[in-house]
Every structure is written in structure tokens, then in C-alpha cells.
């Protein structure tokens, strides 16, 4: 169980969170396959942080460092995962602090989970695909090779699982890899639209340091950088399009594998499958079960499921705008409530110097004080907020304008005016664009 002082997001709350919540909400065993790109893409930020100029030269040096040894500790298998892990990306920077001390609250600045998830999953995915891609032409090839060299063997070709017509043994292994080169074709087609840059995009409205988001690109070998914030943090549409693919790709397989399961039955007799990828009965000695074509064909069955689920995860999200809402600027207008403005509160003790990690607490505890008065947090005094940290001067009235928070999103895709207006002028381009190519 956590205390409220080992809460990296704490300072909001009062308490020890229940085991159960922490149960359910933990994903460590998880994600814990996302360990190397989340180091990746923390490296990445430092050095952004450090042009930036929240990071010193040299507590870069110290976090890369700091990183560069969590990366040597998880792919030898001795970094230890505690019970306050709520996921990968409190796991190390949990880790970073114990190696590097406070400057470790630092590498969260202007970023969030939101950007950070998304961008670990981008990497690895990109990773995945390579990997699946290699494996993929392979195949296809080894087929290519065999329905060369067995080009003579004529047999039967079926339809209705009857016989129908004469075919080259050839032409049915080409069958499957020709069907596996569309396959492999779609997977390079989302490889294009999955290489798109998320990290800079913050919680949702952009990110508040003019942090160079050309430099992430680089660093991490994106093609491009997000357009749109709000749409970067929330876009699960490559997730559902590797699975299509995928999908795809596992009913091409599970087609081939009950063709040859069939052809290498006694009733058939067709081929023999080797005694490598077969295995054999407890009760009858004459059996060989063609066990690793039959997993291969079930399989099929766990990727389609997880296709139908992320769909239905999606399907039930609200997008930030619902048409039943209607516009009502008056109603905006009155949900812009002081407490919108407690990530601004932080960044406003970032700026004075203090570690985002301990500024985050700090304004958490003055959205708790602001609560536990009855008052909104832009009414606290400042004493009040001295209470909580002496950072706090007169000039943290500024903090509450809701426009001076959302301009200070200029880093491309942000929520600033600037930035929105480059948005407007890229997307007019790219309908021109398609205009022209329909």
C-alpha cells in the first residue's frame, strides 16, 4: 500500500490508496515489455528539457547516465519492480530518483503520461513491425524457394474440399504467398502513419515550455511530428489498424496451416510433416499430432478477440467535443473553473525552480487546501500558498487567466493561438493536396 508521501502523484491526495484500486489500476506486468522505448523516449526529452533550459548540462548528464544504467539493469533481468510500480513509467523514474536523487523530478516537466504512453507505444510498435516484417518475407520466400524447386509435382486442387482440377504443387504454395505479400504490403502501410512523433503534446493541450519537438523527431527517428495535440494523445487509430492487419495476416495462416493439417493426414497423404513441430499420443503410439500447425490456427482466434475488444474500448470513448453538447460559450465559459488551472500552478514553481515532480505535489496540496476552506483555488491567499511552499510570491496572480495558460502552448500542435493557426493552415494544404489527387 502506498502512503501518501511514496505518491508520485500524491499531493492531490489524503491517505493511503486502497490495495484493491491499486490492483486494478496497475500494469507493470504488463508493460513492463515497454521498459527500453520508455527509457528511449525519456533520454529524448532530457536533452529537449536541457535546450529548454529546465536541465543544466549537467544534470543532463547525470539523467542520461541515470538512464542509461536502468536500460543495463532491465535487459540483464535485475531491476526490481516494487509494489508502488504502478507502471513502467513510475517504475523508472522511481528508479532514476534512487540513482540520481531530486533531479529526477525534473524529466516530467511539460510531459505527461498522456504523450509519454502513446509514444512508448508508437516506439515499440515500430520495433514489432520490423520484427513481424523480417519474419513475414521470410516465409514468403522459403515458399517461393520450395514452390520452385518442387515445380514438377502435379496433385489434385479442391473445391468444397472435393476434387475439382489438376494443380502444380507450386501453384498452391504460391497461393499463400502471394495472399502473405498483401499482408506485407499493408503492414509497411501502417508502418507510414504510425511514425508520426507524439511526445511535446502534453495532457492534452500541447506543451508549455516551447520544448523542440523537431529535436524529439530526430532523437527518436519519427518521420513527422502530431498536428494536433488533443488528437496525438487520444489516437488509438494505428493500434487498430496493426490489428486488422494482423488479423489478416493470422486468417492467411490459419488457412495454410489447415491445408497442410489436411494434406498430411493418412486420408490424404500428401506430405509428411516433420517430427521437429509434431508430438505424439499418451494413449495410441501411432499418432503424430500436427500440434504446431493446430496452435497457429487457434491463435488466430486471441488476435481477432483483441481486435473486436480495442474496438469497443474506442467505440465508448467520448471525443473532447459531443455534437448533443452543442456550443455554449457560456457554459465554457463557466466550467473554466480556477482548478483547470493547477498544472499551470506547478509549471508557475518550475519556473521558480522547484523539480516539476515536488511541484506537482505542492499544487495538489493547494488544490486539497483550497477544497478543505470551501473556496476556489484562484481565492487562496498568499500566505496560504507560503503555507505550502515559499516559492509562492505575489506574481502567482498571473497563473489565473485562462488565457495566458493556454498561449503559453506553442510548441507545434499546442493549444496557443499561433500554433492553432499553423494547424489550420497545414490541414487547408492538405485538402488542397487531396483535392487534387482525387
Known sequence: MAAEGDKMLGGRFVGSTDPVMEMLSASITIDQRLAEVDIQGSMAYAKALEKAGILSKSELEKTLSGLEKISEEWSKGVFVVTPTDEDIHTANERRLKELIGDIAGKLHTGRSRNDQVVTDLKLFMKNSLSVISTHLLQLIKTLVERAAIEIDVILPGYTHLQKAQPIRWSQFLLSHAVALTRDSERLGEIKKRINILPLGSGALAGNPLEIDRELLRSELDFASISLNSMDAVSERDSVVEFLSVATLLMIHLSKMAEDL??????????????????????????????????????????????????????????????????????????????????????????????????????????????????????????????????????????????????????????????????????LRELLKRHKEQA
Open 261 to 426: 493439417i489436411i494434406y498430411s493426414t493418412s486420408e490424404f497423404g500428401f506430405l509428411t510433416l516433420s517430427d521437429t513441430y509434431c508430438t505424439g499420443s499418451s494413449v495410441m503410439p501411432q499418432k503424430k499430432n500436427p500440434d504446431s500447425l493446430e496452435l497457429i490456427r487457434s491463435k488466430a482466434g486471441r488476435v481477432f478477440g483483441r481486435l473486436a475488444a480495442i474496438l469497443m474500448v474506442l467505440k465508448g470513448l467520448p471525443s473532447t467535443y459531443n455534437k448533443d453538447l452543442q456550443i455554449n460559450k457560456e457554459n465554457m465559459e463557466k466550467a473554466l473553473s480556477p482548478e483547470i488551472l493547477s498544472s499551470d500552478l506547478a509549471l508557475y514553481l518550475v519556473h521558480k525552480g522547484m523539480p516539476f515532480r515536488q511541484a506537482h505535489v505542492a499544487s495538489g496540496k493547494a488544490v486539497h487546501l483550497a477544497e478543505s476552506k470551501g473556496i476556489t483555488l484562484n481565492n487562496l491567499s498568499l500566505d496560504d500558498l507560503k503555507s505550502i511552499s515559499p516559492l509562492f510570491g505575489s506574481d502567482v496572480s498571473q497563473v489565473f487567466n485562462v488565457v495566458n495558460s493556454v498561449e503559453q502552448y506553442t510548441a507545434m500542435g499546442g493549444t496557443a493561438k499561433s500554433s492553432v493557426t499553423a494547424q489550420i493552415e497545414q
